[in-house]
């Protein structure tokens, strides 16, 4: 039989999910059914399966990590490209649902240390990240709907450019009420909100963003923060070769909220990163650089903050010199 603890790859599509459990390897592929989803925990139970990793597929995935959370399995959802990379440095350069529900296995064994989730699925949060992403897809579509209005039209393509618009701010509205509901109907979320809002230039949607999108902020450390939204400097040294840092990855959902909220906090709204940001830019930092610098400055203070449960407070020295805190033991 084999040992307690074993790690599970599952690779989920619209109608089936391959699964691969390795050590020895096994594999089993179910339809997307509720008689597919009970097949699975039976067969996960069997090889005494005690985690599963999952990739992030546009949503498909969580049915099943919930059904496998029911079932008392440990579920970690992990970004897919950092899977497709795994394999091709394992010289896997093939792809199927199996092969991949395999390097999924593997994966998961060789990044074991990876973080698990640091609490308890919460379905209102989840709805709420449901509900902002849905803000976001209608937020594109308006953006190419207006796109499309800045070169000349016939008339009835601006009449039907000018009622999409109109449907789609309609419906905006409609969601910012729904989140706001569900954010004021938990005590911990609109408690978390007014944390987040108590932070001068940053509003009711970036604070819904951190909910829906950056939940571990305040549970984990300020690297890990900088890392999750993309804003960690990386280096780009070789021999006697120094070049420039860069950000890469993240959740570019929550990066691009938190950017348009420091592009008013830089120039008008926050006088601590404002000032910040002006003195970045007297010692030549170019624009860009300046406003990421700000980014990373903002998160980090926006993590202590919500790790002590402390409203903004610039006087606070130990919360500007948040970046050496270490983060909190778990």
Request: charged share 25%; aromatic share 4%; with cysteine.
């Amino acid at each position: 039989m084999a040992q307690n603890g074993r790690i599970v790859g599952i690779d989920v599509s619209k109608r089936k999910v391959d699964a691969c459990v390795r050590g020895p390897v096994a594999h089993l592929t179910v339809p997307c059914t509720p008689d597919g989803e009970a097949a699975l925990i039976t067969w996960l139970q069997e090889h005494q399966v005690e985690q599963a990793v999952l990739e992030a597929s546009g949503g498909y995935e969580r049915p099943w990590a919930a059904a496998l959370r029911r079932a008392g399995i440990v579920v970690r959802i992990v970004d897919p490209k950092r899977v497709r990379y795994f394999a091709r440095s394992a010289g896997r350069l093939a792809k199927n649902d199996v092969i991949d529900a395999e390097m999924i296995a593997r994966f998961a064994e060789t990044f074991a240390d990876d973080p698990a989730p640091a609490s308890a699925p919460d379905a209102a949060r989840e709805e709420i990240d449901q509900l902002m992403t849905a803000r976001a897809l209608l937020l594109k579509q308006m953006g190419q709907t207006r796109q499309m209005g800045e070169h000349q039209q016939p008339a009835v393509v601006r009449k039907a450019q000018a009622a999409i618009e109109k449907a789609i701010q309609a419906q905006l509205a409609k969601l910012d009420a729904e989140i706001e509901a569900k954010i004021a109907a938990q005590e911990a979320l609109a408690a978390r909100k007014a944390l987040i809002e108590s932070v001068p230039g940053f509003g009711r949607i970036f604070a819904a963003g951190v909910i829906a999108w950056l939940p571990e902020l305040g549970r984990i450390s300020n690297k890990a923060a900088a890392a999750l939204v993309g804003v960690a400097p990386y280096d780009d040294d070789s021999g006697a070769r120094q070049g420039e840092r860069h950000i890469s990855g993240g959740r570019r959902e929550i990066r691009d909220l938190l950017y348009m909220a420091v592009l008013g906090a830089a120039t008008q709204h926050n006088p601590v990163i404002k000032a910040y940001y002006q003195r970045l830019r007297a010692k030549g930092k170019k624009t860009k650089v300046a406003l990421v610098a700000c980014m990373r400055k903002l998160l980090v203070i926006l993590n202590v903050m919500l790790r002590r449960g402390e409203p903004w407070n610039p006087t606070t020295t130990g919360l500007l010199a948040a970046p050496s805190e270490p983060a909190p033991a778990p």
